[in-house]
C-alpha cells in the first residue's frame, strides 16, 4: 500500500507555508516603511517624528503609542497606517522562527532568548485561550494588556494548534479592531480634555507608559508568588 502524495510533502508544504509567511511580511515592511518616509517628507510636522512611536509600539505597547501619536497632533490615518501594519509585520516575520524553525532558531546566540521568552509567555498564556479557539485568540489580541498582542497571540495560536489561515486572520483583526478602537478612544478623550486641562492631555502617553510598567511589575511579582505556592515546601 502506498503512501499518499500529501502525506508523504506535509512537512515541505509546511516549511514553504511558512517561508511565504515571512517573505510576505518583509514585503509588506518595504511598502509600509515607504509610505512612513514619504509621508514623514511630505508633512514633517509632526510626522517626521513617526519613528518614535515604531519604537514605542515595539517597547511600550500599543496604548502609549497611540496616545503619544494623537496628543502630538498626528493624523489619525497616520496612525492607523502606522500602527495597524506594525504588529502584523512582526507576525508574519517571525511566525516561521516559532513553527518549524523553532529549535533551530532558539539556539541563536542573540535572538534565541527572545524567542525562547515570547514562547514561555504563549506558554503561560495559553490557558486563557484554549476554551474559545479562534474566538478567543481574537479577544486576546485585541485587549491591549501585559503579554498579550499580535505576536504573542500567534504564538499562542500555533501552540493549540489553530489553523495558519484561521490564526494569522484572528490576529490580524484582533490587532487591526484594537488600534481603531484606541485611536478613537485617545481623540475623543483628546477633544473632551482640551478644554478644561490641555496641558495633562500632553502627559498621557507618560501615564500610560508608568501604567504599563506597574502593570507588568506587579504581573511579575503575582506570577513569582504562584509558582513560588505551587513549588512542594522542602520536608
Same mark, same amino acid.
Given at each position: 500500500?502506498?503512501?499518499?502524495?500529501?502525506?508523504?510533502?506535509?512537512?515541505?508544504?509546511?516549511?514553504?507555508?511558512?517561508?511565504?509567511?515571512?517573505?510576505? &511580511?518583509?514585503?509588506?515592511?518595504?511598502?509600509?516603511?515607504?509610505?512612513?518616509?514619504?509621508?514623514?517628507?511630505?508633512?514633517?510636522?509632526?510626522?517626521?517624528?513617526?519613528?518614535?512611536?515604531?519604537?514605542?509600539?515595539?517597547?511600550?505597547?500599543?496604548?502609549?503609542?497611540?496616545?503619544?501619536?494623537?496628543?502630538?497632533?498626528?493624523?489619525?490615518?497616520? =496612525?492607523?497606517?502606522?500602527?495597524?501594519?506594525?504588529?502584523?509585520?512582526?507576525?508574519?516575520?517571525?511566525?516561521?522562527?516559532? !513553527?518549524?524553525?523553532?529549535?533551530?532558531?532558539?539556539?541563536?546566540?542573540?535572538?534565541?532568548?527572545?524567542?525562547? &521568552?515570547?514562547?514561555?509567555?504563549?506558554?503561560?498564556?495559553?490557558?486563557?485561550?484554549?476554551?474559545?479557539?479562534?474566538? !478567543?485568540?481574537?479577544?486576546?489580541?485585541?485587549?491591549?494588556?501585559?503579554?498579550? !498582542?499580535?505576536?504573542?497571540?500567534?504564538?499562542?495560536?500555533?501552540?493549540?494548534?489553530?489553523?495558519?489561515?484561521?490564526?494569522?486572520?484572528?490576529?490580524?483583526?484582533?490587532?487591526?479592531?484594537?488600534?481603531?478602537?484606541?485611536?478613537?478612544?485617545?481623540?475623543?478623550?483628546?477633544?473632551?480634555?482640551?478644554?478644561?486641562?490641555?496641558?495633562?492631555?500632553?502627559?498621557?502617553?507618560?501615564? =500610560?507608559?508608568?501604567?504599563?510598567?506597574?502593570?507588568?511589575?506587579?504581573?511579575?511579582?503575582? &506570577?513569582?508568588?504562584?509558582?513560588?505556592?505551587?513549588?512542594?515546601?522542602?520536608?
Amino acid at each position: 500500500m502506498t503512501t499518499p502524495d500529501h502525506e508523504l510533502n506535509a512537512p515541505d508544504r509546511t516549511a514553504a507555508e511558512t517561508r511565504w509567511i515571512g517573505r510576505a &511580511g518583509w514585503g509588506l515592511f518595504v511598502v509600509w516603511a515607504a509610505v512612513l518616509v514619504a509621508w514623514g517628507v511630505a508633512d514633517p510636522d509632526p510626522h517626521a517624528w513617526g519613528w518614535r512611536l515604531v519604537l514605542e509600539l515595539a517597547f511600550l505597547g500599543i496604548a502609549v503609542n497611540i496616545a503619544d501619536g494623537i496628543t502630538s497632533g498626528m493624523d489619525p490615518l497616520y =496612525m492607523l497606517i502606522q500602527a495597524a501594519p506594525q504588529d502584523v509585520i512582526l507576525l508574519l516575520v517571525a511566525y516561521p522562527w516559532f !513553527g518549524p524553525g523553532y529549535e533551530r532558531a532558539s539556539r541563536w546566540r542573540f535572538i534565541g532568548p527572545i524567542i525562547r &521568552g515570547v514562547r514561555m509567555s504563549a506558554a503561560r498564556q495559553k490557558g486563557k485561550v484554549e476554551p474559545f479557539g479562534a474566538i !478567543g485568540l481574537y479577544f486576546f489580541v485585541l485587549f491591549p494588556f501585559w503579554s498579550t !498582542g499580535a505576536l504573542v497571540g500567534g504564538v499562542v495560536g500555533y501552540l493549540l494548534g489553530i489553523r495558519t489561515s484561521i490564526l494569522l486572520t484572528a490576529c490580524c483583526l484582533g490587532h487591526i479592531s484594537s488600534v481603531v478602537s484606541l485611536i478613537w478612544f485617545f481623540d475623543a478623550m483628546q477633544a473632551f480634555a482640551a478644554p478644561f486641562n490641555s496641558g495633562v492631555v500632553k502627559f498621557l502617553p507618560w501615564i =500610560m507608559a508608568v501604567y504599563i510598567v506597574l502593570l507588568g511589575i506587579l504581573t511579575q511579582r503575582i &506570577g513569582a508568588r504562584k509558582s513560588a505556592a505551587d513549588t512542594p515546601g522542602k520536608e
